[in-house]
């Protein structure tokens, strides 16, 4: 029974790999119109979709490779050291980005109405 577990979560995650990767190339090639999650300045998205596709292509690597009956190696140290990093960095510039866009928005506006 764990083993019927195990194969239908490897399935499962290698499916999420996918996910990621068509997910994060959209938003490598269309940085003006990304994918919902991300907003921000086109480097911003562009690192953001960088960082799925790295994350996908691990994900995929080390279902395969769990599957298959080996040990999961340098895909989840790249997960770890890259996809990771690059993930949380433009999620934190995408929200730095928002925040000071609205406060420059809100200051024009105090202004015309001044």
């Given amino acids: 029974m764990t083993e019927v577990f195990d194969g239908a979560v490897d399935v499962l995650s290698m499916a999420l790999g996918l996910g990621c990767v068509w997910l994060g190339w959209r938003a490598v090639l269309r940085p003006r119109r990304p994918p919902e ?6 480097w911003v998205v562009r690192a953001w979709g960088l960082g799925y596709v790295l994350l996908g292509i691990c994900l995929t ?3 395969v490779t ?3 009956g080996g040990e999961p190696g340098r ?3 790249v997960i770890r050291w890259v996809a990771g990093p690059l993930l949380v960095g433009s999620i934190l510039a995408a929200f730095l980005s928002r925040r000071w ?3 420059r928005d809100r200051a024009m506006n105090e202004g015309r109405q001044a």
């Fill in 61 to 63: 690597i080390q279902s």
């Fill in 75 to 77: 895909p989840a140290d």
């Fill in 66 to 68: 769990l599957m298959a």
């Fill in 101 to 103: 866009e609205r406060r």
């Fill in 37 to 42: 999650p991300i907003q921000g300045p086109v």
